[in-house]
């Protein structure tokens, strides 16, 4: 493990491996949190990385372990799609993972990707409002990260004004056709998390992972905006992804 101003580093053979200690940590995680205080908040991201994760935790070994009674669900982000569109990242989330656990349907809160963005950001926001309670900015136990080749992470891209969103929890993102539009997350949401974590597997992804863990400029990538208030940002990759990397072994 490697650490810095950029997070903890963790590298992995695979994304098997990955995932597996990605699992464990989502398991004592939720054990420490449903301990502690009854219910342990996650918000999980789309993309392909997560896939095995999700597939992971919802396999005999991880469903008998964890409490799903006491594990609240949310999104990073999400497609502007119905929920069964294959772009869904509740779809991806569902099939592999909260179709196989005894979840309580009242602890899914999914961002309805149905709706005009807009319309389904003020709604994201105000459930989160409302779960979380206060004024304050929530803090989930976890948020579950992937970051794109350009550097993007959630639907937080280069150049996007969601970037400079300092009240509201959620934003809309509408992406140049033939793009799907969105709803993201925004900054000061995963950055009050207290733990972060993201997950990045392939050789793609050695250029921006490289700019990220050990470039200067990694504030010019949303991904290396994500730098927690208070908690701590962890990063699980595999060793194709690390290709690049100069301080790990
Ligand atoms: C999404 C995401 C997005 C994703 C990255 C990495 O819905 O697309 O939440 O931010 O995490 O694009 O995606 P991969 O895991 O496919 O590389």
Redesign the pocket.
């Given at each position: 493990m490697i650490g810095g101003a950029a997070g903890q580093v963790r590298v992995f053979h695979d994304l098997e491996a990955l995932s597996r200690a990605a699992a464990d940590l989502f398991f004592t995680l939720s054990h420490m949190a449903i301990a502690a205080r009854k219910k342990f908040t996650v918000a999980l991201?789309?993309?392909?990385?997560?896939a095995t994760l999700y597939s992971l935790l919802g396999s005999d070994e991880y469903r008998e372990k964890i409490t799903w009674q006491g594990v609240h669900v949310f999104w990073?982000?999400e497609?502007a799609v119905p929920k069964e569109h294959p772009e869904s990242?509740y779809r991806l989330a569902d099939t592999s993972l909260l179709s196989k656990v005894p979840l309580p349907a009242g602890n899914i809160h999914r961002i309805g990707g149905e709706k005009e963005p807009q319309g389904a950001a003020q709604d994201y926001d105000e459930e989160m409002r409302q779960f979380f309670g206060g004024t304050q900015v929530p803090v989930f136990d976890l948020v579950i990260?992937?970051?794109?080749e350009d550097g993007?992470?959630?639907?937080l891209f280069p150049g996007s004004t969601s970037l400079n969103e300092h009240v509201r929890l959620a934003a809309p993102v509408f992406m140049d056709l033939p793009n799907i539009d969105r709803v993201t997350l925004t900054l000061p949401v995963l950055n009050h998390a207290a733990h972060i974590l993201f997950l990045v597997s392939g050789e793609k992804k050695g250029d921006i992972l490289r700019e990220l863990l050990e470039g200067e400029h990694r504030d010019t990538y949303p991904a290396g905006l994500v730098q927690p208030v208070k908690g701590s940002l962890e990063w699980l990759v595999d060793k194709d992804a690390a290709a690049l990397l100069q301080n790990v072994g």
């Open positions: 991201s789309g993309g392909s990385t997560p990073a982000d497609r990242n990260l992937g970051a794109g993007h992470t959630a639907s």
